[in-house]
């Protein structure tokens, strides 16, 4: 449950303008095989969405300052509910985005929007009250673009802050056959069939997916630089994965210390 607690100024200016990064990532509500609920706060999502097999998110470019986030609340005494909605312009009117707008007029999304401060995502939309998808083209002499507009259907929550990672078409990176696995950048890593052993780079903060291998099974150790909820060892198989955050622990050696975030056995 919610304690009602006094909400200070934030740190710095945090009234100035927003900068996204040049683009959003929208998930197709049909691929999704689960969607995690918001903690007791009803604001923030620790697990991460789990897409069907041969699924992902996909990204749309968006030209940089035209982004626009918006959370309006309105209804009747008892009847009070947020509409949250994101528009961007993406430039030109090429086949692709032809081709996107299309073929997804009639989807429902849930968008997840990323910011180059490196704070956490936000995230409009649920299961069952996603976003739809309103283009709208303007060809003249001083424009030629689209605005990609996506609003939660009807009133509900406001905008979730979403600590997972993203489900992309290609994993950021995969397993040696040493063990190790190569930290390039918040995501998901592909695992194989063999020990993961340690982790290299990263930073306090970090958040990783590691996703089970497409065969046989990959041990992960529990020790000084892994650790997990509940047992001292976890075993990725097919379709499982598990979500490790970065702390800045004091191990031995000044590395970082993984702990388990949240996990998905299938």
């Given at each position: 449950m919610y304690v009602k607690k006094s909400v200070p100024r934030a740190a710095g200016s945090p009234g100035i303008g927003i900068q996204t990064r040049d683009h959003v990532s929208l998930i197709d509500v049909d691929d999704i095989l689960f969607m995690p609920e918001p903690d007791s706060s009803g604001v923030v999502i620790w697990d991460d969405i789990i897409l069907k097999p041969n699924a992902y998110a996909i990204d749309l470019y968006l030209t940089p300052g035209t982004?626009?986030?918006?959370?309006?609340?309105?209804?009747?005494?008892?009847?009070?509910?947020?509409?949250?909605?994101?528009?961007?312009?993406?430039?030109?009117?090429?086949q692709e985005v032809r081709e996107f707008k299309a073929n997804c007029i009639n989807k429902?999304?849930?968008?997840?929007?990323?910011?180059?401060?490196?704070?956490?995502?936000?995230?409009?939309?649920?299961l069952c009250n996603p976003c739809k998808f309103m283009p709208s083209y303007t060809g003249n002499g001083e424009s030629n673009t689209n605005e990609m507009t996506f609003t939660q259907i009807?009133?509900?929550?406001?905008?979730?802050?979403?600590?997972?990672?993203?489900?992309?078409?290609?994993?950021?990176?995969?397993?040696?056959?040493?063990?190790?696995?190569?930290?390039?950048?918040?995501?998901?890593?592909?695992?194989?069939?063999?020990?993961?052993?340690?982790?290299?780079?990263?930073?306090?903060?970090?958040?990783?997916?590691l996703l089970g291998p497409t065969e046989g099974e990959c041990p992960i150790a529990d020790d000084e630089h892994v650790k997990f909820i509940a047992g001292n060892k976890f075993t990725l198989k097919p379709g499982a994965q598990i979500t490790l955050r970065a702390f800045n622990a004091g191990t031995e050696g000044g590395g970082l210390l993984w702990l388990e975030q949240s996990r998905y056995v299938g």
């Open positions: 982004h626009e986030v918006t959370s309006g609340a309105d209804g009747d005494t008892d009847k009070v509910g947020f509409t949250p909605s994101f528009k961007g312009e993406h430039p030109g009117n090429e429902k999304f849930i968008v997840v929007i990323r910011y180059c401060s490196g704070k956490s995502a936000d995230l409009i939309g649920t009807s009133k509900g929550p406001d905008i979730f802050i979403y600590k997972g990672t993203l489900p992309m078409e290609e994993p950021l990176g995969a397993l040696e056959e040493t063990g190790k696995l190569q930290f390039v950048g918040d995501g998901q890593y592909q695992l194989i069939n063999s020990q993961l052993t340690s982790i290299i780079g990263g930073a306090h903060g970090s958040v990783i997916t």
